[in-house]
């Protein structure tokens, strides 16, 4: 079956530093990945996403590349500010899945101090 | 962009009761709902995928009659949680899914049974 497997937490950096979240995942078909982002006692906002191989998703400073051949979609920003201090889930959809539900990782906890 | 709304965002509850939460897509439609149950510090676990007009497909291990379902329109469905139970105090997160890959989250029900 799916699954996602990203690096565990928490992640903890100081403002201004690089970010890398790993996120490796498993599927059947030709999956669409994307990255969540949750804030405490909030639920889950799309934060980017990929559908295919060599996309590059983007958005508020993070980044992440669609590897086929690596199986993978790290998630990176350059430089981390306090504010992006969160959960982040990494999930895919798998085309071959007929429930068309996401499949998450179990989700890392990133705390930037000042 | 699509917004989904949820609600309550907090609910205290006596054992033994009944709690019903909403959740709503405000701006689109969707055929397809669906409800996860998240543990502190965890990952989403999916309960339920919801197709309106049609009964819920219930993850292995949930239980149907304990969570029920409703998607009775393309805007709103429901989880009830019968005969609550201090075990069953968890975030509830609702999700509506627009086209392919249009996946959009409430913003989560904190559930304490007392």
């Known amino acids: 079956g799916d699954s996602v497997t990203q690096m565990e937490g928490p992640v903890t950096l100081s403002e201004e530093a690089c970010l890398t979240i790993?996120?490796?995942?498993?599927?059947?078909?030709?999956?669409?990945l994307f990255w969540y982002v949750q804030y405490p006692g909030e639920g889950l906002q799309l934060l980017l996403k990929a559908t295919k191989a060599d996309d590059k998703g983007s958005n508020k400073g993070f980044e992440a590349t669609y590897r086929k051949e690596t199986t993978s979609f790290h998630l990176e920003k350059g430089s981390v500010q306090v504010s992006d201090s969160a959960v982040y889930f990494c999930?895919?959809?798998?085309?071959?899945?007929?429930?068309?539900?996401?499949?998450f990782g179990g989700g890392t906890r990133l705390m930037v101090k000042p | 962009g699509a917004v989904v709304s949820q609600h309550p965002s907090r609910v205290i509850c006596k054992s033994g009761t009944s709690v019903k939460i909403e959740c709503r897509s405000l701006?689109?439609?969707?055929?397809?709902m669906f409800w996860y149950r998240q543990f502190p510090k965890q990952s989403l676990m999916l309960m339920a995928t919801s197709n309106e007009g049609s009964k819920a497909t219930y993850e292995q291990g949930v239980e149907k009659d304990k969570f029920l379902i409703n998607h009775a329109s393309l805007t709103l469905s429901t989880l009830t949680v019968t005969s609550a139970h201090p075990e069953d105090s968890s975030f509830y997160i609702c999700?509506?899914?627009?086209?392919?890959?249009?996946?959009?989250f409430g913003s989560g029900t904190r559930l304490t049974v007392v």
């Open positions: 701006d689109f439609q969707a055929t397809t």
């Open positions: 790993n996120c490796t995942y498993t599927a059947t078909g030709y999956p669409s």
């Open positions: 999700s509506a899914r627009e086209g392919a890959d249009g996946y959009t």
């Open positions: 999930a895919l959809r798998d085309f071959g899945n007929a429930g068309n539900m996401l499949t």
